[in-house]
């Protein structure tokens, strides 16, 4: 069994990679690469203000991600102040700035909280949060 500081560094490492295709789909448009989420995955969507969240299930937000890359074609989706945690040797919340610039203006910011498990294996989103900064 792996200690918890080599899975920190070999989860790092994943979700760099995770980063770089991100970079890929939204230069190419293909989203395959990120669609790394479980059958049960979910996404809340909190606007601003104090109303209740709009929750995505894996297919709906698999689609919305498709228009979103297609909608912001030529943009660069950005990654900052990137925290991750460990839960456990199966769990991990990766916490961070997610910036979407498009010829040099920032057309979206939003605060994300990623939580993934290992899957099989496998690194797989279980559920996120995104709010409007």
Not at 87 to 99: I, K, T
């Amino acid at each position: 069994m792996l200690d918890l500081q080599t899975l920190l560094i070999d989860f790092t490492k994943m979700h760099d990679e995770f980063i770089r295709d991100w970079s890929h789909a939204m230069s190419s448009g293909d989203t395959s690469s990120v669609e790394r989420m479980t059958e049960d995955y979910y996404v809340a969507f909190f606007n601003r203000g104090n109303e209740k969240p709009i929750i995505f299930n894996k297919l709906e937000a698999m689609e919305g991600m498709k228009q979103s890359v297609s909608h912001y074609s030529g943009a660069e989706k950005r990654f900052e102040n990137r925290v991750i945690r460990l839960r456990n040797s199966e769990n991990a919340v990766v916490f961070y700035e997610q910036l979407i610039v498009k010829e040099e203006e920032v057309v979206a910011r939003l605060f994300t909280i990623e939580n993934w498990g290992l899957v099989d294996g496998k690194w797989m989103v279980i559920r996120e949060t995104e709010e409007p900064i």
